[in-house]
Every structure is written in structure tokens, then in C-alpha cells.
């Protein structure tokens, strides 16, 4: 009897170390988080990842982020859904770059999956968390016609085909122009890249020499735009979208004329967070609003400190 008892007491310990082990790691289906972004190469998806990484401290939970290295390797992205939806994990927090090609893939997932920045038609999907692209678009044609007068040309810079939060901008923005009197002569993508936006630029610029002001749907096309307006020796006002801490670096040099900030902290904290409620069987909204931030000059300098409290 002696031995029987000393047998289930061990037993018993060993079940309770492995019930620990799982709890304090948060792997496995017991609770990891697995985040995929567009990429992790631009400032503005750190800063997503960087509010992921903090609500997984917070909340004692293992959080994975991956994402491919530029925005236009779409099929690596779907590779990086698929894998992270075989190791087993407690839900997921995606950012699709090409909505429409994850879906199938999202279509195998037995966890909550979750969106971020940019929304998809999916059935199983537990909530999108973002910014409204229609409206921020809205906000940055405005901003550039407070720059301009009626009838001035303007081109508009997109990011790669299939991107809807992209396309979505560029959509609000061109609204907005056209309402203020603007007439676009140019509207083309550049990948959400600077190199290329800058070469994108010097053609636009070279076919229609009267430009009087740009929109950006992303902060590093406005600055490879910046960079080829600049090579030419012109001045004109330029809008980007994101709010990168380089971008508003540039407004308060007095380069770039605006940004429509995005929250990208908040995004990824909130995906993390609504992520952990969701497997814990909790309500999450269907549609939550991180907001937006119109920067310019006057309020570029607050905005940059808050960035450089993140990065720290």
C-alpha cells in the first residue's frame, strides 16, 4: 500500500509540473499567438510588432511574429499563415497583404483568427482591428488641398496590385481631391517602397511637369518621392500615410508636408490582446477602430516623442 501511495503521489507531482510547464510558457494550443505581418522590414510594422511583443509581456503569453521581407512577396506570406497554423497554436493575428489569396489558406484554421490593418472577406474571422483606409485616404486628399488651389495637378502613389488598405486610400484621397478641385494627371503604384516610388516619381514628373502637390497611401513611397522631387529641384507638398518616425522627422525638417498617422502600436497590441480573449472564449467586437492622427508641422514633434518612447 506503502509503494501504491508513494506511485500516485508522484504521479500526481508529475502531472502538476507538466500542467505548470504549459501554463507558465503559454505554448502550443494552450495559448501562443502567432502574428503575421505584410512585412518586418518598414518602421511602421515594427512598430505593429512592437505592440504585439508588448501585450504577449503583458499578458504572460507566447507571441510569434513573423513576416515576409517586402510587401510584395505575397506567396511568401501565405507560406508564413500555413506554418504558423501546423505549430499548433492558440489563435491568429494577420495582416494580409493580398486578402483574397489567404483566404483559402485561413479556410484550414481551427483557432480565432483575427485582422489587423487590413481586413479580409473571411467567414471564421473573429475581428478586424484597424485603421478605416477609406477615411485616413479622405484625410490626406484634404490635407495636401489645403496645400493647393483649385485646378492644380496632383499624382497619387499606391501600393502593390491586390492591397486593399492600399487601394482604399487612394480611393479616399482621390474623393477628397477631386472635391477640392484637384485634377489628377497620374496615379500609379510603387509597391510601398521608396526606391521604386522614387523612380515611379521621376517618370511622373518627366510626362507631367505642372505636378503641384503628391499623395503617398504609405510614408515610405512619400519619402522615395520626396527624394525624386528633390533630384529636380522641386518644391511641392507631399502627403504620406502611417506616420513613420522618419516621415515626421522629414515634416519637421520642413521636407515632407504631412502624414495621416495610423496607430500601428495599437494595432498590434490590440491583436494580441483581443487574441488571448478570443481563445479564452471572451467577447471581442467584430470591428475595432484604432483611429488616426493628422500630422503636420504643428504637432510633428509631439508625435515623434511618443515614437521614440516605443522604440526605447
Given amino acids: 500500500m506503502k509503494k501504491l501511495g508513494l506511485l500516485l503521489t508522484i504521479i500526481g507531482l508529475v502531472i502538476a509540473m507538466v500542467g505548470c510547464g504549459k501554463s507558465a510558457s503559454g505554448s502550443g494550443e494552450d495559448g501562443s499567438v502567432a502574428v503575421v505581418l505584410k512585412t518586418l522590414s518598414s518602421p511602421y ?3 505593429v510588432e512592437a505592440g504585439a511583443k508588448a501585450a504577449g509581456k503583458d499578458l504572460g503569453v507566447d507571441v510569434t511574429i513573423v513576416g515576409p521581407a517586402s510587401e510584395s512577396q505575397i506567396m511568401e506570406q501565405v507560406n508564413m499563415i500555413e506554418d504558423s497554423l501546423n505549430q499548433g497554436i492558440g489563435a491568429l493575428v494577420v495582416s494580409p497583404t493580398q486578402p483574397d489569396t489567404v483566404v483559402p489558406v485561413l479556410e484550414q484554421a481551427n483557432v480565432p483568427v483575427l485582422f489587423i490593418d487590413t481586413d479580409a472577406d473571411f467567414s471564421g474571422k473573429t475581428s478586424f482591428i484597424g485603421t478605416d483606409n477609406l477615411t485616413a485616404g479622405k484625410e490626406g486628399g484634404k490635407l495636401l488641398a489645403s496645400f493647393l488651389k483649385k485646378g492644380d495637378e496632383v499624382a497619387l502613389l499606391g501600393g502593390a496590385l491586390g492591397n486593399t488598405a492600399m487601394d482604399q486610400r487612394i480611393k479616399g484621397a482621390k474623393e477628397s481631391l477631386e472635391e477640392a478641385g484637384m485634377v489628377i494627371v497620374a ?12 523612380s515611379v516619381v521621376e517618370n511622373i514628373l518627366q510626362n507631367n511637369p505642372n ?38 522627422q522629414s515634416i519637421i525638417d520642413g521636407d515632407l508636408a504631412g502624414s495621416i498617422a495610423q496607430n500601428p502600436y495599437e494595432m498590434g497590441y490590440k491583436g494580441v490582446e483581443n ?26 514633434q509631439e508625435k515623434l516623442d511618443f515614437l521614440e518612447g516605443i522604440a526605447k
Fill in 275 to 300: 487574441a488571448v480573449k478570443a481563445m479564452k472564449g471572451e467577447k471581442v467586437e467584430s470591428r475595432i477602430d484604432s483611429g488616426i492622427d493628422i500630422i503636420t508641422s504643428d504637432n510633428a
Fill in 45 to 47: 510594422w515594427k512598430y
Fill in 211 to 248: 505636378i503641384k502637390g503628391i499623395f503617398s497611401a504609405n510614408d515610405d513611397m512619400a519619402i522615395g518621392a520626396l527624394r525624386a522631387t528633390e533630384s529636380k529641384g522641386i518644391k511641392l507638398p507631399i502627403i504620406g500615410t502611417d506616420g513613420t518616425a522618419e516621415a515626421i
Fill in 187 to 198: 496615379e500609379q503604384p510603387a509597391d510601398s517602397d521608396k526606391t521604386k516610388a522614387n
